[in-house]
T-cell receptor
Framework: LAKTTQPISMDSYEGQEVNITCSHNNIATNDYITWYQQFPSQGPRFIIQGYKTKVTNEVASLFIPADRKSSTLSLPRVSLSDTAVYYCLAEVGSGGSNYKLTFGKGTLLTVNP | NAGVTQTPKFRVLKTGQSMTLLCAQDMNHEYMYWYRQDPGMGLRLIHYSVGEGTTAKGEVPDGYNVSRLKKQNFLLGLESAAPSQTSVYFC????????????FGPGTRLTVT
């Protein structure tokens, strides 16, 4: 089962691009990575997911290099409201006896004015 | 469409008491999960279910039991609560298959004295 490791905290300023990297060993070809955002006293909410190369949606991008030993969440032009904890999740298998998942411990992103 | 709901929102137990946390989802999702969240530990998987009538252990299953008698409900039981089970508990659900995100409930804050 993949173990996911991410930085405990990061600081940024409004308008900057922020990149948060998650390291994960033993990720197979069809295993995928999902990133979640969590505000205090709320449940996590989905940001983006993917299993190879690059994925982009309206709020973020996700980069997974060819060796698949890490993934990077990229948040363009952050604002104060992006201050939150960000979690990466590695999911192995698609169901049945081989299905496993593990969350990273989370990265507290603080965006300063 | 309420999404994922959790009952109760708060609860205080004395050591040795028992209780059941209820998670309900109205999205017809096959997969359901129970996590606990403690400071500095991120989200840790307690138990999960890939379908009605099936359950499996996660990372920290000791002291908890679960049941999935109906597809829309996932119950988490504490038979004899201990102070170490003081935590915030989150339930989540998702569709079966590849590249589907989890939808989280608002959480249950449990204190065991």
């Amino acid at each position: 089962l993949a173990k996911t490791t991410q930085p405990i905290s990061m600081d940024s300023y409004e308008g900057q691009e922020v990149n948060i990297t998650c390291s994960h060993n033993n990720i197979a070809t069809n295993d995928y990575i999902t990133w979640y955002q969590q505000f205090p006293s709320q449940g996590p909410r989905f940001i983006i997911q993917g299993y190879k190369t690059k994925v982009t949606n309206e709020v973020a991008s996700l980069f997974i290099p060819a060796d698949r030993k890490s993934s990077t969440l990229s948040l363009p032009r952050v604002s104060l409201s992006d201050t939150a904890v960000y979690y990466c999740l590695a999911e192995v298998g698609s169901g049945g006896s081989n299905y496993k998942l593990t969350f990273g411990k989370g990265t507290l992103l603080t965006v300063n004015p | 469409n309420a999404g994922v709901t959790q009952t109760p929102k708060f609860r205080v137990l004395k050591t040795g008491q028992s209780m059941t946390l209820l998670c309900a989802q109205d999205m017809n999702h096959e997969y359901m999960y129970w996590y606990r969240q403690d400071p500095g530990m991120g989200l840790r998987l307690i138990h999960y279910s890939v379908g009605e009538g099936t359950t499996a252990k996660g990372e920290v299953p000791d002291g908890y039991n679960v049941s999935r008698l109906k597809k829309q409900n996932f119950l988490l039981g504490l038979e004899s609560a201990a102070p170490s089970q003081t935590s915030v508990y989150f339930c989540a659900s998702r569709r079966q298959g590849f590249l589907y995100e989890q939808y989280f409930g608002p959480g249950t804050r449990l204190t065991v004295t």
